[in-house]
């Protein structure tokens, strides 16, 4: 069965460091998403991205946050500068007949 | 999206059916019904989802009441890896999906 991959695993990084989550979705889906997750908290919807642009995003996701899809596989998180507050766990996610959801990330700001 | 409401918590014994019910009553006639579940450590993963008629898949059953307000996600026979947390989600368009803090299902041996 077909699934997200998402690498590295664990991402450690220090305050101010630019960091970037890579995900691989199912190859024939259209839609992308990126969720986060701080320990022992909700999931929450961060932005999603179809048709090479993103289509809807939350207030979580400033600035600091981008989206690319810079081939026809990978679908890449970028936060250009890290704060302790972005500590989480962050899953990629894609659509075809529902959403599928990568095993995560975690990210750890030191 | 319309807010679901879910028990925090619930336990079954093992090899025996599980109901967990959600509410949601502000539910627009567009919404779908979304149960998605999070093992420990782990993604969240799809479960079943339907608009007004009752669902059956190979992992669980939907069954969504007439005026649409609640639904239940049944378990026919729960094991110890269904142990995770439920999340009941309503989306329209099937894209961003708002996270409550779901059901922690315990499950017994």
């Known amino acids: 069965e077909p699934e997200v991959t998402q690498t590295p695993s664990h991402q450690v990084t220090q305050m101010g460091q630019e960091v970037i989550l890579r995900c691989v979705p199912i190859?024939?889906?259209?839609?992308f998403y990126w969720y986060r997750q701080i320990l022992g908290q909700k999931v929450e919807f961060l932005v999603s991205f179809y048709n090479n642009e993103i289509s809807e995003k939350s207030e979580i996701f400033d600035d600091q946050f981008s989206v690319e899809r810079p081939d026809g596989s990978n679908f890449t998180l970028k936060i250009r500068s890290t704060k302790l507050e972005d500590s989480a766990m962050y899953f990629c996610a894609c659509r075809g007949y529902e959403q599928y959801f990568g095993p995560g990330t975690r990210l750890t700001v030191t | 999206d319309a807010k679901t409401t879910q028990p925090n918590s619930m336990e079954s014994n093992e090899e025996e059916p599980v109901h967990l019910p959600c509410n949601h009553s502000t539910i627009s006639g567009t919404d779908y019904i979304h149960w998605y579940r999070q093992l420990p450590s782990q993604g969240p993963e799809y479960v079943i989802h339907g608009l007004t008629s009752n669902v059956n898949n190979r992992m669980a059953s939907l069954a969504i009441a007439e005026d649409r307000k609640s639904s239940t996600l049944i378990l026919h026979r729960a094991t110890l890896r269904d142990a995770a947390v439920y999340y009941c989600?309503?989306?329209?368009?099937?894209?961003?999906?708002?996270f409550g803090t779901g059901t922690s299902l315990t499950v017994i041996p």
């Open positions: 190859s024939n889906h259209l839609y």
């Open positions: 989600i309503l989306s329209h368009t099937g894209n961003q999906f708002y």
